[in-house]
């Protein structure tokens, strides 16, 4: 009967051992685009490419904003926190941001009647920290907590990373990098390795949201004002005169929520910079695998039949729509640690340190 419960407990405790005895890692890498070649006539970007498939990837970046976020609501609320991990120290009774501060933020329209409203604007102050998803851009390095630990994978601070020289000569050259980050993971073999979702640059969700969009609705208007001009619409998109089949019930609708529809250009975030990276054991070597999509929004030139008052009705015009050109990069290698390695491409290029991490 005591070997029935001895064996489990030996087993789980040879796992924890294993698990102290993991080599740990730090992966910092350096994107930067790569200025166009002349000579180069062929075009390798494609409207087609496969979608890259991040299942089970980490979105690190987020997850370090998110961590990033909740000491800054704290503190901003008063609440002295530890910054090595960022757990709760004490509870202040008073919010690091003034009553005077919350007044000035106020818009000039806007009221405070009683001091639960301030309360409650000063907790909405406090919530204004960026969520990724809403910048414009990323910052070159994204910023993070700097911790010291193995219990889980997590992104490098800016005071973690040793290529900022490298970054600087890159800029020196007049080179343009998107992404200088780093984040620090156990060993695992090529089947159970996370691989890291990673982006930067530009925010290419956030241009169309905010201005494709509502310029996408102003053309749709007034193509439709040319088409019967008889037709009044008011300011919900529904004609006002007696001709309803001249503006069909479908566009009515779409008219009314659209500024609410997400473009169909770019249906989930998508950054300038956006690709996974993995790194992992394979026959006692470091590997690593990586595919990234360099993206750009470009205008081009379309015919477009439009509905005129000319003898025949119809007259070819050319518009300008805005799409997506994608540019592909692609890397399963071998690597050795310590050593800076270069991945390159015509349009990317991908500076890299493995470093063992002495924990």
Request: charged share 25%; aromatic share 10%.
């Amino acid at each position: 009967m005591i070997i029935k419960y001895v064996l489990p407990l030996s087993l789980l405790s040879a796992s924890f051992m294993a698990s102290a005895n993991l080599r740990w890692f730090d992966i910092e890498l350096i994107f930067f685009e790569r200025p166009t070649d002349s000579e180069l006539k062929e075009d390798l970007s494609a409207e087609d490419f496969p979608a890259i498939n991040y299942t089970n990837s980490k979105d690190i970046i987020a997850e370090a904003y998110q961590e990033l976020q909740n000491v800054k609501y704290k503190e901003c609320m008063g609440i002295e926190v530890d910054n090595e991990n960022g757990d709760q120290i004490d509870g202040l009774d008073q919010p690091a941001i003034s009553n005077d501060d919350v007044i000035e933020a106020f818009e000039t329209s806007s009221q405070i009647n009683n001091d639960d409203e301030l309360d409650n604007f000063a907790q909405l102050e406090c919530q204004r920290y960026s969520n990724v998803a809403e910048l414009d851009a990323l910052p070159l390095t994204p910023d993070a907590l700097t911790f010291e630990h193995t219990d889980y994978i997590y992104l490098l601070s800016k005071e973690q990373l040793e290529l900022n020289e490298t970054v600087s000569r890159l800029k020196r050259r007049g080179l343009t990098p998107l992404l200088h980050t780093g984040w620090r993971q156990p060993e695992s073999n090529i089947r159970n390795a996370t691989p890291m979702y990673l982006y930067g640059g530009k925010n290419l969700s956030a241009v169309i949201n905010k201005s494709e969009n509502e310029q996408s609705l102003e053309q749709m208007l007034n193509e439709y004002t040319q088409f019967e001009q008889s037709e009044a619409i008011d300011l919900n998109g529904v004609p006002q005169s007696s001709h309803i089949d001249a503006f069909p019930s479908d566009i009515v609708n779409d008219v009314e929520t659209f500024e609410d529809t997400p473009s169909p250009l770019l249906t989930e975030q998508t950054w300038q910079l956006q690709g996974k990276f993995k790194v992992f054991i394979r026959r006692n070597y470091l590997n690593i695998e990586a595919d990234f999509d360099l993206n750009e929004l470009v205008e081009q030139t379309v015919d477009n039949i439009n509905f005129t008052d000319g003898d025949n009705g119809l007259a070819l015009q050319q518009l300008t729509e805005t799409v997506l050109k994608t540019e592909r990069f692609s890397q399963f290698r071998r690597v050795i640690s310590s050593e800076i390695h270069y991945f390159d491409h015509p349009k990317l290029g991908i500076i890299m340190q493995i470093r063992r991490y002495n924990h």
